[in-house]
Structures are given as C-alpha cells and as structure tokens.
C-alpha cells in the first residue's frame, strides 16, 4: 500500500499463468499491469489442473489433482506421470506447477496426491501419518494410481512415477514396494536410506533444531528396537532388490537436505544388483535445481527417459 491508502499492488496467478504484478489506484478506480513473470507463456497451449477426491483402501477421503495434456481425448487411456510432492508435511495446491505444465506438454497426464500428513486437511489426516513412511502414507498414493486405471483413464502399463526430496522417496518406495505398479521412476534429490536420514535429522543436523522429539515421533525412533525395525523395513534402500522398473537418479551435489550419499549410495545398490539406472548429479546445484542450464539439463533428462520407457 502506499502510505496515504489510494494505491496498492497485488499478484494474481492461476494454473496456466506463473503470475503478475498489477498496481490499483484507489482514486481512479483502475488497475494497470506492473510486470509478468513469464511473458511468453501465452504463446503455449497450457494445461488445466483438475481437483478430485477418492478414497484410500481404509476408508480415508483423499484429495489430489489430475492435469490432463491439452489435446486430451475423452475415453482414451493415455500414460500417466504420479507426482508426489516433498514435505512430507506439505502439500500441492491447483497454482502454476513448472514440473506439471511441462509433463503435460510431453502428452503425459499428471497425478498429484495429497496423501495423508499433507497439510490443509485437519489434525487427523496430518497425524495418522505418524510412522507411515512406505505404509498407508504410500498406499494413498498407490490407491490413487488404482483408482485412474479404474476410470479408464491411466494406461496401465504405461505409468510411472517421479518426485523429489520425500517425493524422490515416495518414488523409490512405489518401486520397491509396489513393483508391478510403475514402468519407470525418477527420483529427484529423494530420501531412500532411512537409517542414514535418522543419522542426519534425528542424532546430528542442526537444521531440526527443537523439532527433535517430533521428528522421532513421526519417523520413528531409532534407539526404540520396534521403531527401528520399522525403519529398516520401510528404507528402499533395503528393499531395491524388488525394484523392476528402469530408474533416474537425479541430485544436486550440493544438496544438504537429502545429501549426495542417499543417490550414490541408491546407484550403488542398483548396480550390484543388475538393476537398470541411469545417473544424473549437477555439481552446483543444491536440494532443488534453481539455475537456468542446469533445469534445462534436467528436464532434458526427464524427457528422454520418459519417452523411451513410456513410449515406446
């Protein structure tokens, strides 16, 4: 606002538009643009970010978004791209999403689920989360998934799955747990050792500060023997040699959030066993790729390796 109220500037957005800046004068009863934040964005044929609610296998309601590629014909069973958000405490809202515009452009639909321990839905669906980690907090996921091939929407056979920090473990856990499920994964700067996790957020990383005791209560405790056995059952680290599907290993070398060991030591892994991986780090990006070249040399990534395990 300006100090004597008769002005003020605003931003307004949707899930075509990024944003833009207007200013209102009071006096004159008008608006007039400031700035946009992506100009060239009106040149692209964009998608539209649906809400849709179902419900997971113990009777929870859930709520997510599907982004249907704009040339979308109705009936037709298309290829579908599951992407969980990070957090896990957080959630995706129906606002501009770069990750979702983009796979829409390729042709794939998007899921975005809103599993339990997302935020916004009440006290309930935030805290039965607690200790969920591969559990029912994956299962929301795969329900969803299920519930897409049911509508005749989800090509069945042409699925896969992509997120990053708790997505990229959401991502790993799908492959491990639910083999069968996805033809492919990307994990992108994603948890998949959860003992090394305790180490780092539990024990030592100062970045949790006085969350300590809230940490061990949602993602266990590692000096409990029960909660312990909980975490080595639910670290797909452990359980890669399940894992069928072809993976996309994608990490900023400089990420202290989800450090660079989770990624080499998930490569690893997959090696020893002969599972199928392809290997992407950005030596100057951290937990998340906010240069220009380097999201490009992502997102190059993604689309080769999606186009050669989901269409061929």
Do not use: C
């Not at 809400?51 to 997510?64: A, C, I, M, N, V």
């Not at 809202?93 to 452009?105: A, I, N």
């Amino acid at each position: 606002w300006s100090d004597d109220l008769t002005r003020f500037l605003f931003t307004a957005s949707s899930d075509k538009d990024p944003g833009s800046s207007y200013l209102f004068d009071l006096s004159k009863g008008k608006v007039s643009l400031i700035s946009t934040a992506a100009p060239w964005i009106k040149d692209y044929q964009l998608a539209d970010i649906e809400p849709f609610t179902y419900t997971s296998r113990d009777g929870l309601k859930l709520h997510g978004y599907i982004t249907l590629p704009p040339n979308y014909e109705e009936g037709t069973q298309i290829p579908f791209i599951v992407h969980p958000h990070g957090g896990p405490n957080a959630r995706d809202y129906m606002s501009y999403d770069t990750y979702v515009q983009f796979l829409s452009s390729r042709g794939y639909a998007v899921f975005q689920p809103n599993f339990r321990g997302s935020t916004g839905y009440g006290a309930y669906h935030y805290i039965s989360a607690n200790k969920q980690f591969g559990k029912t907090m994956q299962d929301d996921i795969t329900d969803g998934v299920y519930y897409l091939i049911e509508q005749g929407i989800a090509d069945p056979d042409r699925i896969a799955i992509f997120g990053g920090s708790y997505g990229g473990y959401a991502t790993m856990a799908g492959l491990a747990f639910t083999p069968d499920l996805y033809a492919a994964g990307i994990n992108f700067v994603g948890v998949v050792d959860l003992e090394l996790l305790q180490e780092d957020s539990n024990r030592n990383s100062r970045r949790f500060g006085g969350f300590y005791d809230e940490l061990r209560l949602e993602w266990g405790d590692p000096d409990d023997p029960n909660d312990m056995e909980y975490i080595i059952e639910t670290s797909p680290l452990r359980q890669a040699k399940n894992i069928k599907s072809p993976v996309l290993i994608i990490h900023g070398a400089q990420d202290n959030n989800v450090r660079l060991v989770h990624a080499r030591k998930l490569a690893d892994k997959l090696e020893s066993l002969g599972k199928e991986y392809e290997w992407y780090v950005e030596p100057y990006e951290g937990h998340g790729f906010g240069g220009e070249q380097s999201t490009l040399n992502m997102f190059g990534k993604v689309e080769e390796f999606l186009d050669k395990h989901l269409k061929n």
